[in-house]
Each structure stands twice: as structure tokens, then as C-alpha cells.
């Protein structure tokens, strides 16, 4: 086969949550941390230094209680929460397109579990169903041991942890890619063909650990220490555990269950001591009650004459304070009345002058009138009698013409008489 690997389902989601992959988009460490790490051996180290546990979510981040239905306290839709940096570093490794050397380089590794839990989660994720067999099958009986839940309290062998990802849909809070059918069918067939390991006891035992441990050496040499690990970090290779069967997982589950009834009925106790308590606390709420209503009685019997008391002087500062509003009625009714007198003779002395000058107006206007009146007349006369001097002075001339003819012809009548005589 060649170094190239290819990749099953969707190319751009790893086949991831949607949910999940929105938060690991949207985490700020993916975001400016991861970024910074180019090459596949400093993300390596990230996992080695960083990696506690491989659950999709970290610790107390999700609240699912009291949730039902197709809610997230089923299948995880619902709700979100904080993302692991498990897988945050899972996405980062497939932004890198891994090779398969580097996929085998990861799960042969011998730092730390972690590292090759990620390797076998990038290949449950990416590779496709078929070859999914070929790649666990040499792994099922490593006894390796991790953590796999946030916060701890779920320790499996990496053998395990490869057999629920082959027969099992669901990891936590999170779903893998679906097996077909046929496909899951000729893997549980392989599993219950294959031979189971019996427990030995004593030297035995350990010679069959130390062979195999022997084996996983010579399949993958160890890395030289880095200079950013510190010394005093142990979670290097952890050591294997002796007479550990196939039967493990399911006494790891059985324990897991036992612990979750343990912490059930853990709860239940304290609900009922919590309600033993509240019953208490009612019961004195109560007798403390009573006797403040009996005290709150003598009380009140006693503060009833003072209240009357208290009312009738009340009832006489109220009447107090209604004949002072009356009196300062009165006062201001006078007042208004006097106002409004005022401006009644005011309003008259203002009619009075505006009629007085009204009736001078009128007056002048008349005068005005009269004069032109006259003015008028006096034009007419001056003019009739312009007209009678000048006609009178037309008559004269006249009358000096007629004269002055009538003694021309005279004279010339005379001229004439001495001429002929």
C-alpha cells in the first residue's frame, strides 16, 4: 500500500458533531494556539504535554440534567459545552492530511497512551469501514492502560478501548461514523473467532508480558526525549497489569455501574435529609410563627388605645387644617373679588377714553371736511368772478374798437367833403 491515506465520508468535517466541530472552530485555543503548530512532531508534544482524557467534552461544561426526549441528555444535540483539548488536537491532525507512516507513528507510539488513543480515534474517524479490521487487529490484545473520562474514574487497556470502537456506535456524548451492516457483521464474527488469552499466574505470566512488551519495542523505536518535556511529568508508557483477560472491560463497566448506583443512592440520601430537614425547619418556622401571633395579639391590644388616641388627634389636626384652608378660602375669594373690581373700572375708564376719542375724531373730521367744504366754494367764486372781469375787459376793447372806427370814417368823410369842396 502506498504512504498516501485516503479518506472516507466527508472531507471537510473528519465526519466529526456538528456540534462539536463548531466548538473546536470557535474554541480560542484551536484558534491561536494550535495554529501556531505547523508539523506533525510539535503536535506530538502538544498531545503528550496536554492530554489527560479523550472524551469530547471537558468536565462539568455540559448541563444535560432534567433534559428528555431527543434532548441533549441523549444523543448530546442539544447542548454544548467546552471542547476537549483531545479533540481540538484530533481536528488539528486532520488539517495536517496525515501519511499513513505518521498514522502508524501514532499508533506505535511509546511516550504516552494518549498519543495512540488519538491515532486509533483518527482512524475510526477517517479510514474507511472496510479497512477498519486490518488496522485494530494486531492491537486488541495490547494491555496498555488510560483514562479515558474527563476527570478520571473510567481506566481501560488500549485493547478495550479498540473493541468499543468496533462494536460500539457511541463513545460518551458523541457518536463515530456508522459501520454498514455486512461490514459490522464479518467484524463481531472476527472478534468471537478470535482466541482469548487465559490468565497465567506467576513467572509465566510475566515472561508472556515482557515478550510483548518486547514486541511493541521492536516494532517502533523510542523517541529521544524532547527538551520541552519536563522530568517531573509521569505520564509516560504506563506499566501493564498482570493476569488481565478479555473480560476486563466488561468488570470496568460492571465497576463503572456499581459506582454510578453507588452515587445514586449517595444522592438520595442527602434529597431525604435535605426534606428531614426542611420538615424540621417548617416546624419551628411555624411555632415561631404562633408564638409571634401571640405576642403580635398582646401587642396589638395594647397599641389599639394608642392608635385611637392617636386618631382622634389626627381627626383634630385634619379639622384644624380644614377651617385654615377655609379661612385662606375666604381671604382669597375677597381678594379675586377685589382683583376683578379693579379691572372692571379699568376696563370702563378704558372704554371712556376710547369714546372720548372717538367723539374727537369725529369732530376733527367734520372740521376738516367743512373747510374743504369752503375751500371749495371759495374756488367757484374766485373763478366766476375771474371770468366776468376778463369778459367785461372782452366788451371793453370792443366797444374802444367800434369808437376808434367809427372816428376814422368820420375823419374821412370830412377828408373827402373838403376835397369836393
Not at 111 to 122: C, E, K, V
Request: charged share 45%; with cysteine; proline share 3%.
Amino acid at each position: 500500500q502506498g504512504n498516501v491515506l485516503p479518506l472516507w465520508g466527508n472531507e471537510k468535517t473528519m465526519n466529526l458533531n456538528p456540534m462539536i466541530l463548531t466548538n473546536i472552530l470557535s474554541s480560542p485555543y484551536f484558534k491561536v494556539q494550535l495554529y501556531e503548530l505547523k508539523t506533525y512532531h510539535e503536535v506530538v508534544d502538544e498531545i503528550y504535554f496536554k492530554v489527560t482524557h479523550v472524551e469530547p467534552w471537558e468536565k462539568g461544561s455540559r448541563k444535560t440534567a432534567g433534559q428528555t426526549g431527543m434532548c441533549g441528555g441523549v444523543r448530546g444535540v442539544g447542548t454544548g459545552g467546552i471542547v476537549s483539548t483531545a479533540f481540538c488536537l484530533l481536528y488539528k491532525l486532520f488539517t495536517l492530511k496525515l501519511t499513513r507512516k505518521q498514522v502508524m507513528g501514532l499508533i506505535t507510539h511509546t511516550d504516552s497512551p494518549y498519543i495512540r488513543a488519538l491515532g486509533f480515534m483518527y482512524i475510526r474517524y477517517t479510514q474507511p469501514p472496510t479497512d477498519l479490521w486490518d488496522w485494530f487487529e494486531s492491537f486488541l490484545d495490547d494491555e496498555e492502560d488510560l483514562d479515558v473520562k474527563a476527570g478520571g474514574g473510567c481506566v481501560m487497556t488500549i485493547g478495550e478501548m479498540l473493541c468499543s470502537f468496533l462494536t460500539k456506535l457511541e463513545w460518551f456524548s458523541t457518536l463515530f461514523p456508522r459501520i454498514p451492516v455486512p461490514v459490522q457483521k464479518t467484524i463481531d464474527q472476527q472478534i468471537k473467532s478470535r482466541p482469548r488469552k487465559i490468565k497465567k499466574d506467576g513467572k509465566e505470566g510475566m515472561e508472556e508480558i515482557d515478550r510483548h512488551a518486547e514486541r511493541r519495542r521492536s516494532r517502533s523505536p523510542r523517541r529521544s526525549i524532547s527538551p520541552r518535556r519536563s522530568p517531573r511529568r509521569s505520564r509516560s508508557r504506563s506499566h501493564h497489569r498482570e493476569g488481565h483477560g478479555s473480560s476486563s472491560f466488561d468488570r470496568e463497566l460492571e465497576r463503572e455501574r456499581e459506582r454510578q448506583r453507588l452515587e445514586r443512592e449517595a444522592k438520595e440520601r442527602e434529597k431525604e435529609r435535605r426534606r428531614s430537614r426542611s420538615t424540621d425547619r417548617t416546624l419551628e418556622r411555624r411555632r415561631s410563627r404562633s408564638r409571634d401571633r401571640y405576642r403580635s395579639r398582646s401587642r396589638s391590644r395594647d397599641r389599639k388605645g394608642d392608635r385611637r388616641d392617636r386618631d382622634r388627634e389626627r381627626e383634630k389636626e385634619n379639622e384644624r387644617s380644614r377651617k385654615k384652608e377655609r379661612d385662606y378660602d375666604k381671604e382669597r375669594g375677597s381678594e379675586r373679588e377685589k382683583d376683578r373690581s379693579r379691572e372692571r373700572s379699568k376696563e370702563r375708564r378704558s372704554k371712556g377714553d376710547t369714546e372720548e376719542r372717538r367723539h374727537k375724531d369725529d369732530k376733527d373730521d367734520k372740521k376738516h371736511r367743512d373747510d374743504k367744504r369752503d375751500s371749495k366754494k371759495e374756488r367757484k367764486h374766485s373763478r366766476s368772478r375771474s371770468r366776468e372781469r376778463k369778459h367785461r375787459s372782452r366788451s371793453r376793447s370792443k366797444n374802444t374798437g367800434k369808437r376808434s372806427r367809427s372816428k376814422s370814417k368820420e375823419k374821412s368823410n370830412k377828408h373827402k367833403n373838403e376835397a369836393k369842396e
